[in-house]
């Protein structure tokens, strides 16, 4: 087969949706194993709902993505000419006709209908063009055929057809038309989208088959040109198995980007909505997804969008990083100041940080880095869990609080007597350990039970990274003062 040409055609309303993502990936890996070119079309003819900064957004997204298109981005907007010539063309050819029914009136005459849609009364009125809408005379017999890769046949009966709108009473045209035309400009020879457009598949065809026989060639029409073929995409769906809905669901890749998620970890679950890796394995590398990826693969039962078993992955991503690679990549949420400051992305929710950016030591972090890689399931994680070593005092959490102090009666006195060993034993996480455990072995307590008071007095919650290891990190000075503040809290005194 010759390389194929395959595209995203987004409208830039809002954004850029996990879906698109997932129609997109599709599309890249397709291109990718086939050598074929992957574009990017911006749908812009609606210009009341689209905005410039979200065709950044697309932009940005698919970047970040790692699927920077090989064409584009093109715009509709900026082919509008060629639309009206498509509309001239079928409009002489006798394809077009131009009728000024109301939304009302069509549905007070077909009410009582048993086909829905448009009842073509406006057929054979004979009405001027201008200022008119232009509807596409469908055939009264017979039917489209599409032959879809992941569907299989589906047929389209004309019958059931109605004569759909091509251009607007102001002259405008329409998505259907404009898609149409693009992609025989483009030659495109797949398309690859979301099911919800499997309905314009035959008014494509129409449209396009309709070009073919107008005209007199040398535009691009007037000629016998291959159809795409076509690849229509499961649904995505939510918990309760619904549509994902911008409303009510995480839809926004750039939600994801700014929690933390890796965009190879994102890449590699929206690769599973709808498609399954060879041999059964879901945490596959790029090359493994471009080689394995095949249209005829696809399922098309609706792909459940499950953000937990998203998270998990991402955290086995995360695992992988090497330290460094780990300290570097969460800097937009430990150092959002300094890393916007040279330039780079950072997320909106790390601003400001829980610490004042001035008590943020580097190297310091890089210590508690690796026990931080091994907990967190995203990046945006990482601030809260050592926040306590950047504040000049803990957050103390009410909960924990309660929880590990108020309502443990033996938690004063264990504080007491960790903070009287703690004065001058070795000052390394497996020393203090060791001298935790007997301190709780002394006040009739498991480790776990022994270390609780103290992880809430130093960092002020019941969870975090390893506690000894903490301790070590943040140095015997702060912990002791912790401690004592903690014990004057409890209303225990002085030491
Ligand atoms: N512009 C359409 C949309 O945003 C996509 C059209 C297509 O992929 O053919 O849903």
Redesign the pocket.
């Known amino acids: 087969m010759a390389p194929p040409r395959v595209?995203?055609?987004?409208?830039p309303?809002g954004f850029f949706h996990v879906g698109?993502g997932r129609?997109a990936l599709f599309n890249w890996l397709f291109a990718r194993h086939h050598g074929g070119a992957f574009i990017l079309r911006i749908?812009d003819t609606d210009t009341e709902r689209n905005r410039e900064e979200w065709v950044q957004g697309i932009v940005t997204a698919l970047e970040w993505l790692g699927m920077t298109p090989d064409e584009g981005p093109y715009r509709q907007s900026e082919r509008t000419e060629r639309y009206h010539f498509a509309l001239d063309t079928l409009w002489d050819a006798g394809q077009l006709y131009a009728c000024d029914c109301t939304r009302d009136a069509v549905l007070e005459r077909t009410k009582s209908s048993s086909t829905p849609g448009y009842d073509g009364y406006c057929r054979d009125r004979g009405l001027a063009r201008a200022g008119n809408a232009l509807r596409f005379r469908t055939p009264d017999e017979g039917e489209t055929v599409v032959e879809d890769l992941v569907r299989g046949i589906v047929t389209f009966r004309h019958e059931t057809m109605e004569d759909f709108v091509v251009a607007r009473s102001n002259g405008e045209p329409l998505?259907v038309l404009a898609?149409c035309v693009d992609?025989r400009d483009m030659q495109i020879t797949h398309?690859i989208?979301?099911e919800?457009?499997l309905p314009?598949a035959p008014k494509g065809i129409l449209i396009w088959r309709a070009l073919d026989a107008a005209g007199e060639g040398g535009a691009g029409w007037g000629q016998r040109t291959p159809l795409p073929g076509w690849a229509h995409l499961p649904n995505l769906v939510n918990e309760q198995r619904k549509k994902l809905s911008k409303r009510r669901d995480a839809v926004a890749v750039e939600l994801y980007r700014d929690q933390g998620y890796l965009p190879e970890a994102l890449r590699n679950y929206l690769a599973l909505l709808g498609w399954s890796p060879p041999g059964g394995e879901e945490k596959v590398s790029v090359e493994t997804m471009i080689a394995a990826f095949a249209l005829e693969d696809v399922n098309h039962s609706p792909a459940f969008f499950d953000v937990k078993k998203l998270a998990h992955m991402n955290g086995e991503y995360i695992r992988e990083l090497s330290a460094a690679a780990f300290v570097e990549r969460v800097r937009p949420w430990t150092e959002p100041a300094a890393v916007r400051a040279a330039g780079g992305w950072v997320p909106q929710s790390a601003t400001p940080t829980p610490w004042p950016p001035e008590r943020f030591d580097a190297a310091t972090f890089e210590r508690l880095a690796p026990l931080v890689q091994e907990r967190v399931a995203v990046l945006g994680e990482a601030p809260g869990m050592v926040d306590f070593v950047f504040l000049a005092e803990p957050a103390i959490d009410e909960a924990s609080w309660e929880k590990a102090i108020e309502r443990d009666e033996g938690a004063v006195a264990l504080l007491r007597a960790a903070l009287h060993e703690y004065r001058d034993c070795d000052w390394r996480a497996e020393a203090i350990r060791e001298v935790t455990v007997a301190v709780g072995e002394a006040a009739g307590r498991k480790l776990a039970k022994a270390q609780a008071p103290v992880r809430v007095a130093v960092t002020g919650r019941t969870v975090g990274p390893p506690l000894f290891e903490s301790l070590e990190v943040l140095g015997r000075t702060v912990v002791l003062q912790r401690i004592e503040a903690a014990i004057a809290r409890a209303g225990g005194g002085g030491t």
Do not use: K
């Not at 595209?7 to 409208?11: C, E, M, Y």
């Open positions: 595209r995203i055609a987004p409208s309303t698109t129609t749908e998505f898609n992609d398309v989208r979301g919800e457009l314009s």
